[in-house]
């Protein structure tokens, strides 16, 4: 049976061409059917307030540059959004006064125009809000060296190699409305995926790459960071890849309620948690991921009814 067509955009794949019934399972599901979706592999963990959710997500950085030695170099794969953890992240380091000199950073996507990751001089750049938000405010004696902060610009087959020669403790996320970490966003319905979307082991062996972006996503963009100026996204991006994230030890998907909605909450876990994996629903490939934790804000859930407003 061949697969529905995109609501959204017709020459792409996304959720909207999964079968109408698992979508109905998803916009069903409560808080206790998303807690209840837990499974070995799979840890659901809810959060009351904003400050503890991004207190906790902040926390990761620290106790993942906390394993870093001089034998054993560690660090964390993080995204800008959200970005709420980042000056916490800088706070925390400066107030413990942890030495970094061993700790790596990977700075997980970038946008790209006219084939190139953009500079740090681009307003909308994630080199620039990561370093701005948290890099440029750790303490010199504490900081990080520059050559241990990692991001998808320039050579991006020695980014992708970097995940081999240190040990990435955690690689967090957010998740778009397109169903994304990073900008692993789903392909376009076209040559050898016009019927079927590829399979979830091929989609996996996919590195650090220059991506076409979903409509879905540069529209997501404008609201969230260009006051929803469509024409002011750029429609590629540098994106961490399935292979790298593979390298992580554990995947952390931060949900806030800010860059995806009720529903597409309730549609990946129910994915992870059942193990059904499919590339027009990229963050449900995390299914086949040995340690993925996915962290709620409790009030952003919320629910699926219809109603007018």
């Known amino acids: 049976m061949s ?29 206790k059917d998303l807690r209840q979706l837990a ?18 997500e902040a926390l990761e950085y620290i106790t993942a540059w906390q394993q870093a030695t001089a034998d054993n170099p560690a660090g964390i794969c993080g995204p800008i ?18 030495k970094l000199q ?19 001089t681009h307003p909308l750049s994630f080199a620039k809000a990561d370093l701005d938000l948290c890099f440029r405010r750790i303490d010199r004696k504490l900081a990080l060296p520059a050559a241990n902060l990692h991001f998808p610009a320039g050579d991006l087959a020695a980014y992708s190699r970097s995940f081999g020669s240190v040990r990435c403790v955690v690689m967090q ?7 994304h970490w ?11 995926y016009r019927d079927l979307p590829p399979p979830p082991a091929e989609y996996r062996k996919l590195r650090t790459r220059i991506v076409d972006l979903h409509p879905m996503t540069v529209i997501q963009n404008a609201r969230t960071s260009g006051g929803g100026n469509v024409s002011l996204v750029p429609t590629q991006a540098a994106s961490v890849g ?36 499919d ?16 962290n709620f804000y409790r009030p952003a859930i919320g629910t699926c009814s219809a109603e007018m407003h």
């Open 242 to 277: 399935p292979w790298e994230t593979w390298q992580a030890e554990k995947v952390s998907i931060w949900h806030a309620g800010v860059h995806d909605n009720p529903f597409g909450m309730r549609l990946t876990t129910l994915m992870v948690g059942k193990k059904i994996a």
């Open 173 to 179: 996320g957010g998740q778009g409305e397109v169903k």
């Open 182 to 192: 990073a900008f692993n966003d789903p392909p376009r319905r076209a040559g050898r």
């Open 3 to 31: 697969r529905p067509i995109s609501k959204v955009a017709p020459g792409w794949w996304d959720y909207t061409t999964l079968a109408p019934e698992l979508l109905a399972d998803a916009a069903r599901l409560t808080e």
């Open 102 to 120: 061993h700790a790596h950073f990977w700075g997980m996507d970038e946008w790209v125009e006219n084939g190139a990751p953009v500079p740090l």
């Open 39 to 56: 499974r070995p592999g799979f840890k659901v963990v809810m959060f009351d307030t904003l400050e503890e959710f991004y207190l906790a």
């Open 81 to 98: 959004g959200p970005t709420e953890q980042l000056p916490l992240v800088a706070r925390l380091i400066n107030t413990l006064g942890l």
């Open 279 to 294: 590339s027009a629903v990229p963050m449900s490939l995390l299914a086949d991921h040995p340690d993925v934790q996915f």
